[in-house]
């Protein structure tokens, strides 16, 4: 039975690849920071772990976790979006910065350096859930600055692990998932997050047509860097 490990598992996106997976019958371990969002989870029949990805140890510790479990795919859906700035001028610092990038970018750093070497013995794959407000090939705009640049160093991130674990069996893949209908997109985002997440899931199916080291939305075309 194929295994998965959903970080960032409380809601919307992670949310959904968790109900999905757990209807084609793979085991599944989620994590969450609500205990609330634990019971959900369990219910749909995920083993759930309360985790901070902010916190060093508690990464450290869902990385035994994980390399104990050996899952055949990972996915690295925890983010923030921060202020919703529409100016350079305006991005915030402090705290708020802080958090934004610690969530989006020092811990998806962390999660590789924890989970890349056992799930490349594994031929697994490792997924970040980035966003075409990322791509700085495709960029338009100046809204959303502070997440749009943490999401390009998401990026990086993920390239930086192709790169280093490619060869040794490890397929990473980054991800766009749409405008979706969530807490964080909206009620007037374009795509339900049950088509996003299956189309998401398509692309993962299928490592020959989507290969490691790509950024691919959730319909399957690739995005530019």
Known sequence: MPAALIVGASRGIGLEFVRQYRAEGWNVTATHRDPAAGERLRALGATPIQVDVREDAQL???????????????LVN?????????SLASVPQGDEFDSVMRTNVLAPMRLVAALAAPLAARGATLGFMSSRMGSIAETSAFNGALYRVSKTALNMVARLAHNEYGTKGLRVLSFHPG?????MGGANADVEVRDSVAGLRAVIADPLRYPGGGFFDYRGAAIAW
Request: hydrophobic share 45%; charged share 20%; proline share 3%.
């Open 78 to 86: 925890a983010g923030v979006y921060g202020s919703r700035t529409t």
């Open 179 to 183: 405008w979706v209908r969530t807490d």
């Open 60 to 74: 450290a510790r869902l990385g035994r976790t994980a390399a104990a479990a050996a899952p055949d795919l990972a």
